[in-house]
């Protein structure tokens, strides 16, 4: 079992800067990434971080949001993983909640599918 805690987030003026903290615990050796859903549609992934540091943003926060911090540390019941995300220049429709997510789940072809933990949720609200 996996725990997430995320924290940061708030409310900004279009031009701003956020950021974005998630930290997972747990027995897990997985990649984490940073989903959002805004109002009235799907959710969908911003940006992932593989167990080697390896990154991937979507094409909308490319140059803007940044994984600032990946690190692990050891704890009695597996490894704490903290994962930091830098929102800068943020857009009215960057607004929406993000989500953590924890461990990926694949489907045969090795194609990412959806991630198996995640977090609760914290708001991002960027204002004109």
């Known amino acids: 079992q996996v725990e997430i805690v995320e924290s940061g987030g708030g409310s900004v003026q279009a031009g701003g800067s956020l950021s974005l903290s998630c930290v997972a615990s747990?027995?897990?050796?997985?990649?984490l990434a940073w989903y959002r859903q805004a109002p009235g549609k799907e959710r969908e992934l911003v940006s992932r971080?593989?167990?080697?540091?390896?990154?991937?943003?979507?094409?909308?926060?490319?140059g803007r949001f940044t994984i600032s911090r990946f690190t692990m540390s050891r704890i009695s019941r597996g490894v704490k993983r903290t994962l930091v995300m830098r929102l800068d220049d943020l857009k009215i429709d960057d607004t929406g909640v993000y989500f953590c997510?924890?461990?990926?789940?694949?489907?045969?072809?090795?194609?990412?599918?959806?991630?198996?933990?995640w977090g609760q949720g914290i708001q991002v609200s960027v204002a004109s």
């Open positions: 971080i593989s167990t080697d540091g390896a990154t991937n943003n979507a094409a909308s926060v490319k």
């Open positions: 997510a924890a461990c990926e789940e694949r489907d045969s072809s090795g194609t990412l599918m959806t991630y198996l933990y």
């Open positions: 747990g027995s897990m050796s997985c990649g």
